[in-house]
């Protein structure tokens, strides 16, 4: 039996009433309004909402109070109007306002088959998301360098089998770059793509908050839930591998399948990717997907430090708890004078928020003989070092031809151009970072030398 409340229409309450007295449930309180219903939800604590679609009733404050209290949100869909702002809102348990209790069931029912049932763990499995950095201050702490070195694991006595070992976490890969549209998009989209085509399982989330752009260069449509649902589902308790799937696009690669989790469509919604969800989301991906690549914003402004509302959510989160949980930072560049200077001043941001340099991965785009001399790749490589100390970059050439024809055919320029240069040079990078704390794994070299990849 679960407590319910209604939000919708009279037709429509009349049309679930007699389904709901059927199966059991109690109703909790009937409402009218988004204020109504925030305020009910809050009282109550329903664990099932049933609301109209419609933006007097459901809206982010009535979502965000749903969220909060736990309670699992149906929209009601009976317009055109309606289903846009459910698909706004990000809102993929949907039933038509014609609909009977059965369809309400039936989403039930799904949900409770997603689901697996729960398992005895340890405590420490309960914790919730830390950053990167927290758990490598809590693994110092526990003084692992006091252990003997010549302690050697222990074998399995004749005639048992030795316990399944859980597979290892996968690694998040951050791609981040400065204002001015560097290509960090186009960087994200083939990493995870070379990612895939190496082998492994990888989930693209677009976090970016000012202006997320995988979807329209994949062509995802707008309908799809992304990543503002997968926030909200971690956010009422909800988020499972099962939903993780149901929430994400597929694409398919030259050898292999990509799940995108889809960013907000409308930068407005930023309230939405909060840093204690989108930390949770990445907990859960990393636990299914053997990389998890994350295009974030560029803005790493701490943005308490501009209000006095210290409560508040915060733009920046997003990308603060995506940098913070990356096992490595692709930073990317433009081969321009404004653009490598925009790059350096604020490479000095990304770094103070990492705490250190270390994992972090230049990449500069667009490399053309005009920008900056004969000798492009010398001198670009030249700034790096002298202003900013950074001795190894990977340097992408500037090959339009290959971008356009990837954005044509909504797919990554790995796949579109693949005898390219600047395909081969974002091949050799996936393979890096792939391997990047395998030391008996080879490194992956410039394929060619700089001046070849000047057009």
Same mark, same amino acid.
């Given at each position: ?12 309450? +009349? ?9 059991? /449930? ?197 309908? +799809? ?26 694409? +398919? ?66 990308? /603060? ?24 001043? +604020? ?87 792939? /391997? ?20």
């Amino acid at each position: 039996m679960a407590r319910i409340i209604l939000a919708v229409d009279y037709d429509v309450e +009349a049309n679930l009433l007699e389904g709901i007295i059927r199966a059991g /449930h109690e109703i909790v309180d009937r409402v009218t309004g988004a204020t109504s219903l925030a305020v009910a939800v809050e009282r109550a604590r329903p664990e099932l909402v049933l609301a109209q679609a419609g933006p007097e009733t459901l809206n982010l404050r009535s979502l965000a109070a749903c969220d909060g209290a736990g309670a699992r949100t149906i929209a009601v869909v009976g317009n055109e109007e309606e289903r846009r702002q459910a698909t706004e809102l990000g809102l993929v348990d949907r039933i038509r306002a014609d609909d009977g209790w059965d369809a309400v069931e039936r989403l039930l029912e799904g949900e409770a088959a997603r689901v697996a049932p729960p398992t005895a763990a340890p405590a420490a499995a309960k914790e919730p998301p830390r950053s990167r950095k927290d758990r490598r201050r809590e693994e110092s702490r526990r003084g692992r360098r006091n252990a003997p070195r010549d302690a050697a694991p222990r074998p399995p006595e004749s005639g048992t089998t030795p316990p399944p070992t859980k597979p290892a976490p996968g690694r998040v890969l951050a791609v981040w770059g400065p204002h001015g549209s560097p290509g960090v998009t186009t960087v994200a989209i083939a990493l995870a793509a070379s990612l895939v085509n190496q082998g492994h399982r990888v989930l693209l989330v677009d976090a970016d908050t000012y202006g997320g752009a995988i979807a329209p260069a994949l062509g995802i449509a707008d309908e +799809a839930p992304g990543l503002a649902a997968a926030c909200r589902l971690a956010g009422a308790g909800s988020l499972s591998a099962g939903e993780l799937d149901r929430v994400s696009s597929e694409l +398919a690669c030259a050898r292999g399948t990509l799940r995108v989790l889809s960013g907000i469509s409308n930068p407005a919604r930023w309230p939405e990717l909060p840093s204690e969800r989108m930390r949770a989301v990445l907990w859960l991906a990393r636990d299914e997907y053997e990389f998890v690549v994350v295009d974030v914003g560029f803005n790493l402004e701490r943005d308490e430090e501009l209000v006095s509302d210290v409560a508040a959510p915060r733009r920046n989160a997003a990308a /603060h708890a995506a940098i913070e949980a990356a096992d490595a930072v692709v930073a990317v560049g433009e081969a321009t004078p404004v653009g490598l200077q925009r790059y350096l001043r +604020a490479r000095l941001g990304l770094v103070d928020l990492r705490g250190d340099a270390a994992h972090l991965e230049t990449v500069i785009t667009r490399l053309r003989r005009g920008a900056t001399g004969t000798d492009s790749a010398g001198q670009v490589r030249q700034v790096l070092l002298r202003f900013g100390g950074i001795e190894r970059a990977t340097l992408l050439p500037d090959d339009p031809k290959a971008v356009d024809r990837a954005m044509a055919e909504a797919i990554a320029v790995v796949d579109a151009a693949p005898r390219s240069q600047l395909a081969k040079q974002l091949d050799a990078l996936a393979l890096r970072l792939a /391997h990047v704390d395998d030391t008996a794994a080879p490194i992956a070299a410039d394929l060619q030398s700089d001046r070849s990849l000047v057009q």
